[in-house]
Nanobody, 113 residues
Framework: QVQLVESGGGLVQSGGSLRLSCVAS????????MGWYRQAPGKQRLLVARISSDGTTNYGDSVKGRFTISRDNAKNTVYLQMNSLKPEDTAVYYC???????WGQGTQVTVSS
């Protein structure tokens, strides 16, 4: 049974930082591409960042230069470092095993102005 558990969300002021973590269990973590998505109220779930099994990263245009995705295969964990946060970054953030389409339960990020 594959399970993804996100943590690290919360309330932060505009310009602040947060680091999200996602711990995976029940799969060979190192072979999978991982992604972080976000969904704001009334909007579609959108890809924020992805990291392949070899560490190649890609970012959505709205977060380039502010967010960094990384992974620690020894800890079965993928991270999302979010800097210079803006109110428009407010959303539920989900971790995903991209090639298996497995999702975590999400963690709320709220950025106040």
């Amino acid at each position: 049974q594959v399970q993804l558990v996100e943590s690290g969300g919360g309330l932060v002021q505009s310009g602040g930082s947060l680091r999200l973590s996602c711990v995976a269990s029940g799969s060979r973590f190192s072979i999978h591409a991982m992604g972080w998505y976000r969904q704001a109220p009334g909007k579609q779930r959108l890809l924020v960042a992805r990291i392949s099994s070899d560490g190649t990263t890609n970012y959505g245009d709205s977060v380039k230069g502010r967010f960094t995705i990384s992974r620690d295969n020894a800890k079965n964990t993928v991270y999302l470092q979010m800097n210079s946060l803006k109110p428009e970054d407010t959303a539920v953030y989900y971790c995903c095993i991209l090639d298996l389409a497995y999702w975590g339960q999400g963690t709320q990020v709220t950025v106040s102005s």
